[in-house]
C-alpha cells in the first residue's frame, strides 16, 4: 500500500512563510502527478497547486506569486513553500498523488495565518 505522510504545517502571523512536504511511501514503481489542496471550514477542497514527473506547474490564481510547489522524484517527495500567508490562506492543507497510476491523499496538515 502506497502512504503520503504531510509535515510542516503550523501557526504563524500574517505576511510569514511555512514550508509544507509530503512523502509518498510504500510500494512505488511511479509517481506522476502530485500536488497540494486546501480546505477550510465549511468550504469545498480547492486547488492551491499542482506539479508534473517533468516539473510543469499549475497554481491557483490565489497563490500565484507567493506559493512555490517543488518535488523530488528521487524521494518520492513533493514541497510547497508559502511566503507572505494570509489569514485567509488558513485551512486544512492536503497532499495528493498519483502513485503506480491511483490517486492518492494524504491525511492533511492546518495551517493557520493570524492577522
Known amino acids: 500500500q502506497v502512504r503520503l505522510v504531510e509535515s510542516g504545517g503550523g501557526s504563524v502571523q500574517a505576511g510569514g512563510s511555512l514550508r509544507l512536504s509530503c512523502a509518498a511511501s510504500?510500494?512505488?514503481?511511479?509517481?506522476?502527478?502530485m500536488g497540494w489542496y486546501c480546505q477550510a471550514p465549511g468550504k469545498q477542497r480547492e486547488l492551491v497547486a499542482t506539479?508534473?514527473?517533468?516539473?510543469?506547474?499549475n497554481y491557483s490564481d490565489s497563490v500565484k506569486g507567493r506559493f512555490t510547489i517543488s518535488r523530488d522524484n528521487a524521494k518520492n517527495t513533493v514541497y510547497l513553500q508559502m511566503n507572505s500567508l494570509k489569514p485567509e490562506d488558513s485551512a486544512a492543507y492536503y497532499c495528493?498523488?498519483?502513485?503506480?497510476?491511483?490517486?492518492?491523499w494524504g491525511q492533511g496538515t492546518q495551517v493557520t495565518v493570524s492577522s
Open positions: 495528493s498523488a498519483n502513485v503506480n497510476y491511483r490517486t492518492f
Open positions: 510504500g510500494s512505488i514503481f511511479r509517481t506522476d502527478a
Open positions: 506539479i508534473t514527473r517533468g516539473g510543469g506547474t
